[in-house]
T-cell receptor, first 112, second 112 residues
């Protein structure tokens, strides 16, 4: 019930295309859903986050879509660029919980 | 601001040796965390702290210890290193539950 399941494990997208990464959760107490971006040799960096009172949040080319009834949320990267090539992690937490629980990550490669 | 600083960046330990991974933050965050990252497994929580003098176990605490004597510092101690502790360790800090974390750049540890 504490897991966050992330898919796909890896993704190859053409430059200019749309990258979509999905996550699903079971714990209905989760109320904070961030996405992190990690480049090789670096620590994860917060990319965008959403709370369940909205169904979508957009920041530049990055959009989170949130479906509370399905217990799913996804990251969409529009006009994907080679510089977006990185590992992406979804995560979730609850106010009464301990810390963020992370998905296993998705390695995105954007080919030019 | 330096953010979250981790030292050392790399270390090779022999089985049975001990070491301390250092973590310091200059953002006056009360919440601090230690995660380990293994290939394809995401980030797993080792220990966390909600303030000076308060620590608690995460998902994978065995073989590790922590202390939090100041707001700024949150060292992770490995006693009797084992090959299973070969991993990349990340320290993170945050301003509260359900807020984004700032991660350090990590310590890559190899136990041989």
């Amino acid at each position: 019930q504490q897991q966050v399941k992330q898919s796909p494990q890896s993704l190859i997208v053409q430059k200019g295309g749309i990258s979509i990464i999905n996550c699903a959760y079971e714990n209905t107490a989760f109320d904070y859903f961030p996405w992190y971006q990690q480049f090789p040799g670096k620590g994860p960096a917060l990319l965008i986050a959403i709370r369940p009172d909205v169904s979508e949040k957009k920041e530049g080319r990055f959009t989170i879509s949130f479906n509370k009834s399905a217990k799913q949320f996804s990251l969409h990267i529009m006009d994907s660029q080679p510089g977006d090539s990185a590992t992406y992690f979804c995560a979730a937490s609850s106010q009464a919980g301990t810390a963020l629980i992370f998905g296993k990550g998705t390695t995105l490669s954007v080919s030019s | 601001n330096a953010g979250v600083t981790q030292t050392p960046k790399f270390r090779i330990l022999k089985i049975g040796q001990s070491m301390t991974l250092q973590c310091a933050q200059d953002m006056n965050h009360n919440y601090m965390y230690w995660y380990r990252q293994d290939p394809g497994m995401g980030l797993k929580l080792i220990y966390y702290s909600v303030g000076a003098g308060i620590t608690d176990k995460g998902e994978v605490p065995n073989g590790y210890n922590v202390s939090r004597s100041t707001t700024e510092d949150f060292p992770l101690r490995l006693e009797l290193a084992a090959p299973s502790q070969t991993s990349v360790y990340f320290c993170a800090s945050g301003q509260g539950q359900n807020y984004g974390y700032t991660f350090g750049s990590g310590t890559r540890l190899t136990v041989v």
